[in-house]
């Protein structure tokens, strides 16, 4: 009876464990998919940026030519 209550004891520690760990990768993906998000805004403005300095360059071209 004592052998069993000791393993029963071990196993809901092992199951804490895995809850616990369960848990801190959660939180872990929340954050990553967080800093992904940031990420594309990131990537998103800096792609317009790209492109009205491509627009620029190219009016400035344009200017250029005619003079």
Do not use: G, W
Request: hydrophobic residues 30%.
């Amino acid at each position: 009876m004592i052998k069993a209550s000791n393993e029963t004891d071990k196993q809901q520690n092992i199951v804490k464990l895995h809850e616990q760990s369960m848990k801190t990768l959660e939180h872990e993906i929340l954050n990553y998919r967080d800093e992904a998000q940031k990420q594309r805004k990131i990537i998103f403005q800096l792609e317009k940026e790209r492109d009205r300095y491509i627009n620029e360059a190219s009016e400035l071209k344009k200017k250029v030519k005619h003079v």
